[in-house]
């Protein structure tokens, strides 16, 4: 018996949908993308915000850590340890260069910030991932599009169908996009043509949308940082721009000359006189007459003398707040923390902290979780795909050992392609205490020395090792080069 908590099926295998939120983000998508694009390119407030996701969250690019699966693969330690360094030098050798972008401009570590901003300004962005040549002479590249692009053709309107530019089949499930391009004279006019997901040959997950905030398993486009408080920046540069206003006004020297009802009326007014001097004179010129002079604008330091009956009254702009910066400091901790991605802080937006070491070092462990919420969202949308394209390819060309992965099935090779990013290191406001307290987290085995290393620094600690080593060794034979030699009798 159906209820509502037990409702008859619809069909076996059939997917339960509910209100759709795809009718909601696509009808102000577009809007969204360009109000916000204009926040984050034009205003001081929006770009400082965008500026510092990007910066924490990316820095100069994630750097993998190959880490396979042994328990999946059994391979031996030699194995492994060989297949570890030969696809790090193979990926940084390769995805280091230019030639991973389509556009030969951007190397994979630089694209990852162009990725995350495109996200944060626009809500998403398409990833293109192919191949160059054929056979044995092929190479992958990736290609990076604008989330703006993706949209419906020019008077088609959304459907079950087709949503903000992507094609879902009869499950909800994307299988394509559709890609504005331009035309010839680069106006406003533009065409759209269809994209697949998957290469129907191959199987190849070709295209793909970007998303770094989803927020409903449906959701199939993405929504811009800035969109939640779009209206507080726009109120919050319009006070920025009369207090400016206010402040230029207050640096002029500008009064009201009045006079008294009875007083009697000279025969050249004051305002006579000003007007004369408000105009230039060329070659020693006379004075225009005052009536042909309909504006006065005084002068900085200019003091002319009253006439009697007349004063001087100084005039001043009013503003709604007489403490500009604790105001600004007020609105910009609530648009920081209003913004999209779980927000920030206004101290981490600013780069300014406080000197309380406790309540910033608090502010940056906290916010820290969520740039690594984030970066695991970077790495599973852009960089495990890209990381796996690559090393595929290396295998396939003899760069790389790793054995059984041909002949392996979808798992064994996933176990193979496992791999961690590493993001920036934290901010370190005292690194003394932040150092001592690492090494007693070791000493008292809460951590490893790696993760100590890339919680620190952001380095991989078996590079770390190496170097280390390598220094030593070096430090060892220059101090055996100074070393004289023991006065002995043969040698006399």
């Known amino acids: 018996m159906s209820s509502q908590y037990n409702p008859p099926r619809r069909g076996k295998g059939a997917a339960w949908f509910p209100l759709d939120v795809n009718e909601f983000v696509s009808v102000f998508l577009r809007s969204l993308q360009d109000r916000s694009t204009k926040a984050a390119t034009e205003t001081s407030t929006g770009s400082m915000i965008i500026n510092a996701f990007v910066h924490f969250t990316v820095g100069t690019g994630l750097v993998p850590q190959s880490s396979p699966e042994n328990s999946l693969l059994n391979w031996t330690e030699e194995q492994r340890s060989t297949f570890i360094s ?23 570590f630089q694209m990852q910030a162009v990725v995350f901003r495109n996200c944060a300004e626009t809500g998403d962005c398409l990833m ?34 087709l949503t903000g530019g992507v094609y879902l089949d009869s499950m909800g499930r994307e299988t394509g996009y559709s890609i504005a391009e331009t035309t ?9 043509y269809p994209v697949q997901k998957f290469n129907p040959r191959s199987g190849f997950e070709e295209y793909d949308l970007i998303r770094l905030d989803q ?88 003091i002319i003398a009253l006439n009697p009956g007349e004063k001087l009254d100084m005039a001043e702009s009013k503003v709604p707040a007489t403490e500009y910066e604790k105001f600004i400091a007020t609105e910009l901790s609530q648009i920081t923390a209003g913004s999209g991605f779980g927000g920030i802080p206004s101290e981490m937006a600013l780069q300014k902290y406080s000197n309380n070491y406790s309540a910033s070092r608090a502010t940056i462990a906290g916010q820290e979780k969520r740039w690594q919420d984030l ?39 996933k176990a193979v392609l496992a791999v961690t990013w590493i993001g920036p290191a934290p901010i370190n406001i005292d690194p003394k205490a932040e150092i001592e307290a690492m090494v007693m987290a070791i000493d008292n085995n809460l951590i490893t020395k790696e993760d100590a290393v890339r919680m620190l620094f952001g380095k991989d600690f078996e590079e770390t090792v190496e170097r280390r080593a390598k220094e030593m060794r070096q430090e060892d034979s220059l101090k055996a080069a100074d070393v004289p030699e023991e006065d002995t009798d043969e040698s006399r």
């Open 86 to 108: 030969q696809a790090e030098r193979f990926f940084r050798m390769y995805a280091g260069s230019r030639r991973i972008d389509h556009y030969g401009r951007l190397d994979f």
């Open 128 to 161: 293109h991932r192919s191949y160059r040549g054929k056979r044995r002479n092929y190479e992958p590249y990736v290609q990076i599009l604008s989330g703006r692009w993706v949209r419906n053709p020019q008077g088609e309107t959304d459907s079950k169908g």
């Open 184 to 192: 010839e004279e680069r106006q406003d006019t533009y065409t759209c």
């Open 215 to 302: 927020r409903e398993a449906n959701q199939v486009r993405g929504i811009p940082l800035l969109s939640p408080v779009l209206e507080d920046i726009q109120d919050l540069e319009a006070f920025k721009a009369a207090y400016k206003a206010k402040a230029a006004t207050q640096a002029l020297f500008t009064g009201v000359i009045t006079s008294e009802k009875d007083a009697p009326s000279p025969v050249v007014s004051t305002m006579d006189t000003l007007r004369g001097l408000a105009l230039p004179r060329e070659n020693g010129d006379a004075l225009p007459a005052p009536s042909d002079v309909d504006d006065v604008k005084l002068g900085t330091g200019n």
């Open 375 to 413: 970066r695991a969202m970077l790495s599973s949308g852009f960089c495990d795909p890209v990381w796996e394209q690559v090393i595929d390819y290396g295998i396939r060309i003899g760069e790389i050992e790793a054995p059984g992965y041909i002949e392996g099935d979808w798992m064994y090779r």
